[in-house]
């Protein structure tokens, strides 16, 4: 499977700033995904990083508020805007390759104050 | 409303002996199911998976059961050793898109 890093791993926010979240992975993929994983909840689809055109995103999540880019084949940025408390969780991107299994990377823990 | 379900968060195992996770989902479409585990600081790890077609997957100690009409899956793990001490989460997805709907995971201990 890929490797896949993300940066930063971890990161202490304030209330009304932005964090953008890097995935690198470390071969070319087709699919690429962001995820969060709030505090005990399960692991929820943000969005479908697309190649070259806008990132398809899951209900209850828009653009203004996370806005992706996939510039190639193997990176991917996920920018949380306006953060606030709320926002604090695991983001997770993940890929796939054309079959169902998905692979994680490692997360980043955002912490909002 | 969440379509995968783990309704036990936590289990405790002796080494040696069986692991038995289980997990159901409300959505018939789902047509492939995944397990991963989780260490704490890090991301989901695949485990194994089954498609629909088919209702047991072995690979090595994991075994995954699927029972279509009851919509149910288990994972067993055999022997359980202290090492598979972790977060196991169930995943399922349907032929409609590429997204995993997840559980919210069963902390798992296995202890010596």
């Known amino acids: 499977s890929a490797v896949i890093s993300q940066k930063p791993s971890r990161d202490i926010c304030q209330r009304g700033t932005s964090l953008t979240i890097q995935c690198q992975v470390d071969s070319q993929v087709t699919m690429m995904f962001w995820y969060r994983q709030q505090p005990g909840q399960s692991l929820t689809l943000i969005a479908t990083a697309n190649q070259g055109s806008e990132a398809t995103y899951e209900s209850g999540f828009v653009i203004d508020k996370f806005p992706i880019s996939r510039p190639n084949l193997t990176f991917s940025t996920l920018t949380v805007s306006n953060m606030s408390p709320e926002d604090s969780s695991i983001y997770l991107c993940s890929v796939g390759q054309g079959s169902d299994t998905q692979y994680f990377g490692p997360g980043t823990r955002l912490t909002v104050l | 409303d969440q379509q995968v379900k783990q309704n036990s968060p936590s289990l405790s195992v002796q080494e040696g002996r069986i692991s038995i996770l289980n997990c159901d989902y409300t959505n018939s479409m789902f047509d492939y199911f995944l397990w991963y585990k989780k260490y704490p600081a890090e991301g989901p790890t695949f485990l194994i998976s089954?498609?629909?077609?088919?209702d047991k997957n072995e690979d090595g100690r994991f075994t995954v059961f699927l029972n279509k009409s009851a919509k149910h899956l288990s994972l067993h793990i055999v022997p359980s050793q202290p090492g598979d001490s972790a977060v196991y989460f169930c995943?399922?997805?349907?032929?409609?898109?590429?997204?995993?709907?997840f559980g919210k995971g069963t902390s798992l201990l296995v202890t010596p």
């Open positions: 089954i498609s629909s077609i088919k």
């Open positions: 995943a399922a997805s349907g032929n409609s898109g590429y997204a995993l709907n």
